[in-house]
């Protein structure tokens, strides 16, 4: 089965063009590792990465905050263009944040403000591997010193790059390597053994906490 990577991030207010191209160099990146592009279905960032992607030949997938079509163009003012299957939660823009992690094997912040720092904490509380676009301003510039404050260890990693291309690469190498043997933090399986004493089924020893940087 094929990866799906999350794009997170700024969907609105002014967007230079810098972060524009960064964004859709991560698309392409994304398409070109075999993965797919997972977005929050909006404008802004997510869709320049949606189209990249496209470019490329990847498959993208859009989590809409919307009932219906006519809801996600006309109510969220959100586009169709360049996504392969939009999936309509109907629970809001808050709602399908939550939904919108959990589809997503990983996630990548680029740029981002109250609602991307919302996706992010989702993600960190999860456990998720999590890459950081550098110098795509927004909460980019502010996630190491979050993490200093959080001090938690949920079994989230988070990466950090400015250059698209490698972040993808670095974060499909950490994830098939390692990630990837992080127990879900939903879901604990109990099988009896023998005894009838319950033991824990596919543990693992789960990739370490807290910060990392590329």
């Not at 700024?10 to 972060?19: I, N, V, W």
């Not at 959100?78 to 939660?89: E, G, K, M, Q």
């Not at 944040?97 to 999860?126: H, M, P, Q």
């Amino acid at each position: 089965m094929k990866l799906k990577i999350g794009v997170m991030g700024s969907a609105s207010g002014y967007l230079h063009k810098g972060h524009l191209d960064a964004a859709y160099r991560l698309g392409r990146a994304i398409a070109g590792n075999d993965c797919v592009t997972i977005t929050g279905a909006c404008p802004g960032l997510p869709l320049e990465a949606a189209r990249g992607a496209k470019d490329a030949g990847g498959l993208v997938i859009g989590v809409s905050p919307a009932l219906s079509e006519w809801e996600h163009v006309h109510r969220y003012d959100s586009p169709v263009d360049y996504h392969d299957v939009l999936i309509f939660t109907g629970s809001g823009l808050m709602g399908r944040e939550v939904v919108n992690i959990r589809t997503s094997d990983i996630v990548v912040i680029i740029g981002g403000r109250s609602g991307t720092l919302g996706e992010f904490s989702i993600a960190y509380d999860e456990g998720k591997l999590v890459g950081v676009v550098l110098g795509t301003g927004g909460i980019t510039s502010e996630i190491k010193y979050i993490l200093r404050v959080i001090k938690k260890k949920t079994g989230a990693r988070v990466l950090h790059d400015d250059d698209p291309e490698r972040l993808v690469k670095s974060l499909l190498s950490y994830y098939t390597s390692r990630h990837f043997r992080r127990p879900s933090v939903h879901t604990h399986f109990v099988v009896q053994n023998n005894n009838g004493e319950g033991a824990a089924e596919g543990s693992a020893t789960p990739a370490t906490g807290g910060e990392g940087s590329v």
